[in-house]
């Protein structure tokens, strides 16, 4: 008797779901700027220490220079820089074709129990803390180095190239499948229709289908071995000096950070320069990621 008319009770839904509606995009919104906020904090705060560094020394002797010495005023990170490259070069020597091979297995030759198997196990890896890796780089990578090499020190270079590859290994085969996954049914069979064999099918065909997914796999895997600390830290050798061969006991950005950072002065250049240290590898993040989009949205346009 005392029921609300239709009418209203359909227009109290339709403002409860506005309002609804407005909130949530409220929130996400807020949610968005918050999180631009803190990234822009921490690039202004970091950015900015760093750019002290060269209130005490000039640019050419920081970049340029290979003389890293705190203890004596000199701060040359070029050799740092160099090993940090050469590092990163070694790992996706090492990680790449392992990687995406392995992704064309899994995509376009293993049977389905096999996929089954393999996808799950290469997730499991991907989520490894890195402090795993190393401790098995430290007890028994080094060990073998030192009996194959017949060196007094396994750690260097090359330890830590084989640690790092063997993390990013997952993530770049996991991306690289999906990528291939995703190559059109249709492309494969008119490379079958022109008389193509299935090697030339994965070759000629899906692999430049996929490549832009191929490469934003390496990018991801190159910001992950640029970025590493607690690895690379255990094996590497943590000397601040140029690496001339494969089991000289050196030091990269990361590993320079984390094992000077908590001895120095905050007001200090020795300070400084470590804040720079770390603005680079955010400036090189910053890079890739970027490339990665505009390959993504490059990508979606010719789609």
């Known amino acids: 008797m005392f029921a609300k008319p239709p009418g209203k009770e359909r227009f109290s839904r339709y403002m409860r779901a506005r309002m609804a509606n407005r909130l949530f995009r409220y929130y996400f919104l807020f949610s968005i700027l918050a999180l ?9 705060f970091i950015g900015k220490t760093a750019l002290l560094t060269f209130s005490n020394i ?46 064309v297995l899994i ?4 049977p389905k129990w ?17 402090i795993v890796y190393g401790y098995l780089g430290l007890t028994v990578l080094i060990p073998f180095l030192r009996r194959l090499s017949g060196e007094n020190l396994g750690d260097g270079l090359l330890a830590a190239a084989l640690v790092l590859a063997l993390m990013v290994l997952p993530t770049i085969c996991r ?76 030091s990269v950005l990361t590993s320079n950070i984390v094992m000077q950072i908590s001895n120095v002065e905050f007001d200090s250049t020795w300070n400084y320069a470590l804040h720079m240290m770390a603005f680079l590898l955010l400036v090189i993040s910053f890079i890739l990621i970027l490339f990665i989009r505009y390959l993504g949205r490059k990508g979606s346009d010719k789609a």
């Open 36 to 44: 631009c906020f803190v990234l822009g904090l921490v690039i202004f």
């Open 114 to 130: 096999l996929k089954n198997v393999m996808r799950p196990v290469l997730d499991l890896l991907v989520g490894i803390p890195s």
């Open 175 to 250: 991306i690289s499948d999906e990528a291939i996954s995703m190559v059109p049914k249709k492309y494969r069979e008119a490379g079958y229709a022109l008389g193509s064999t299935r090697l030339q099918v994965m070759m000629r065909v899906v692999i430049p289908a996929a490549g832009r997914g191929i490469v934003a796999a390496i990018i991801m895997g190159m910001t992950r071995a640029i970025g590493e600390t607690m690895a690379v830290v255990m094996v590497i050798g943590n000397t601040a000096q140029l690496a001339k061969s494969l089991f000289t006991p050196a």
């Open 58 to 103: 000039s640019f050419k002797d920081f970049f340029f220079s290979f003389n890293w010495t705190p203890e004596e005023d000199h701060f040359g990170a070029a050799g740092i820089i160099v090993n940090t490259l050469t590092l990163t070069a070694l790992t996706l020597l090492m990680a790449v074709p392992v990687a995406v091979g392995l992704a």
């Open 107 to 110: 995509a376009e030759i293993a």
